[in-house]
């Protein structure tokens, strides 16, 4: 796995306005490489599309093409998010002013000691705060 992933950068590449170069490079470097995510993605991806289809933005179509696309990448679901929640994560949170969601990325990002693919930019601030390498635009 060449990084952590962000619901962020994972709902960029899904939408024509949101995607870039550098979130494509980022997407070609997920599915050669895969990328690894805390246990939230899942239903933060979920969440962002289910707003998607709520105003508009996105078909029932649509959305169940993007969850078949993402769902096809080489993206691993840390086992271990949980066991930091109260501890570490929390830690990163009071630390960073992050919710304790956002700040399961940089944790798993520093306990893997692997960069952090976000568009979120006060996760990139804490990111950077702590030493921890960022693949963003």
Not at 25 to 51: M, R, T, Y
Request: hydrophobic fraction near 50%; charge should be negative; proline fraction near 4%.
């Amino acid at each position: 796995m060449s990084l952590v992933l962000d619901a962020s950068m994972a709902i960029a590449w899904l939408f024509a306005d949101e995607t870039t170069e550098a979130t494509e490079a980022i997407f070609d470097e997920v599915a050669v490489a895969g990328a690894k995510v805390p246990a939230i993605w899942s239903l933060e991806v979920a969440n962002a599309l289910q707003k998607a289809m709520r105003r508009g933005r996105m078909t029932s179509a649509e959305r169940e093409l993007a969850l078949s696309q993402l769902g096809n990448l080489p993206i691993e679901v840390d086992p271990q998010t949980h066991l930091h929640a109260w501890g570490a994560t929390l830690e990163l949170a009071d630390l960073h002013g992050l919710s304790p969601y956002d700040a399961s990325y940089l944790e798993l990002a520093r306990r893997e000691r692997k960069p952090l693919a976000t568009l979120d930019a006060s996760l990139a601030r804490a990111a950077k705060d702590v030493g921890i390498e960022l693949k963003t635009p």
